[in-house]
T-cell receptor, first 112, second 113 residues
């Protein structure tokens, strides 16, 4: 049983560009959350998707947007990249119980 | 964004030693969670605590949910080399279909040289 899979694993982008990160939730999970983890910090909540709608959002600008597809997979889009967007982006999925979050290994984004 | 206060930031362990770390918050949570993150991986859930005052064990790990609901601690007994990694506490308030995790900055466990 595959867990949460994220792609790509690593990505280098230039300031001002746009990026799309992808997440496939664990089988049976229908809720997907995205987190940003800067170096030496804990993960910070970006937003959560359930039933293809954004249900909750953290303190991130509108440059961060997302989508959830009917098969529960999700995308995170970041526009107008800044150097400060360099981080590990983690996807977490769950179903039903809020305690059963499973995290993916993340996408390491470097903005140069 | 909000982060919980986790201490110590780092510590060195020798095999066989007991380890303690704690987490405090200015806000109340109705759930506390402890995760471990290895290099290149996402966080993995170690222990979940659902009730104030609750003490829960998972093998050599023991965690407690503070009575004020604003703190939690994690103990690791008789540490082994594979305990090395970064430990995060996380608070959660769940309601309806929502509920997002608020993380601490982490405690990094390393092996004593």
């Amino acid at each position: 049983d595959a867990g949460v899979t994220q792609s790509p694993t690593h990505l280098i982008k230039t300031r001002g560009q746009q990026v799309t990160l992808r997440c496939s939730p664990k089988s049976g999970h229908d809720t997907v959350s995205w987190y940003q983890q800067a170096l030496g910090q804990g993960p910070q909540f970006i937003f959560q998707y359930y039933e293809e709608e954004e249900r909750q959002r953290g303190n991130f600008p509108d440059r961060f947007s997302g989508h959830q597809f009917p098969n529960y997979s999700s995308e995170l889009n970041v526009n107008a990249l800044l150097l400060g967007d360099s981080a590990l982006y983690l996807c977490a999925s769950r179903s039903g119980s809020p305690y059963g979050y499973t995290f993916g290994s993340g996408t390491r984004l470097t903005v140069v | 964004g909000q982060q919980l206060n986790q201490s110590p930031q780092s510590m060195f362990i020798q095999e066989g030693e007991d380890v303690s770390m704690n987490c405090t918050s200015s806000s109340i949570f109705n759930t506390w969670l402890w995760y471990k993150q290895d290099p290149g991986e996402g966080p993995v859930l170690l222990i979940a605590l659902y009730k104030a005052g609750e003490l829960t064990s998972n093998g050599r790990l023991t965690a407690q949910f503070g009575i004020t609901r604003k703190d939690s601690f994690l103990n690791i007994s008789a540490s082994i080399p594979s305990d090395v990694g970064i430990y995060f506490c996380a608070g959660l308030n769940y309601g309806g279909s929502q509920g997002n995790l608020i993380f601490g900055k982490g405690t990094k466990l390393s092996v004593k040289p």
